[in-house]
């Protein structure tokens, strides 16, 4: 089964930056589709952002321009950048994985979540 595992959380100031990162392994097919999300305490869990294979890129409107989404397809790895970070963005944030065996979807993996904390 396909793990998927993020890093790169912490502690950031208000208008700092941060990178995290996702590696998904263990991959017997392809990795299609990879996004983060976020979760804030009491609050559903939100897209933040994802990426296709291909380079595809969508966003949520609250990160546009501030978080770019990058991902690098031969090592099943998916970066997440984020600068001019505000309180909002306190959440813990979580990797998606999407695999695909060609056009089948075999299914969506799950990291364990890293927590991002901006402090105001």
């Known amino acids: 089964q396909v793990l998927v595992v993020e890093s790169g959380g912490g502690l950031v100031q208000a208008g700092g930056s941060l990178r995290l990162s996702c590696a998904a392994s263990?991959?017997?097919?392809?990795?299609?589709?990879m996004a983060w999300y976020r979760q804030a305490p009491g609050r559903q869990r939100e897209l933040v952002a994802r990426?296709?294979?291909?380079?595809?890129?969508d966003y949520a409107d609250s990160v546009k321009g501030r978080f770019t989404i990058s991902r690098d397809n031969a090592k099943n790895t998916v970066h997440l950048q984020m600068s001019s970070l505000k309180s909002e963005d306190t959440a813990v944030y979580y990797c998606?994985?999407?695999?695909?065996?060609?056009?089948?979807?075999?299914?969506?993996?799950w990291g364990q979540g890293t927590q991002v904390t901006v402090s105001s």
């Open positions: 998606k994985a999407k695999e695909y065996k060609g056009a089948y979807f075999m299914g969506s993996y």
């Open positions: 263990r991959t017997t097919f392809s990795i299609s589709v």
């Open positions: 990426i296709s294979s291909g380079g595809s890129t």
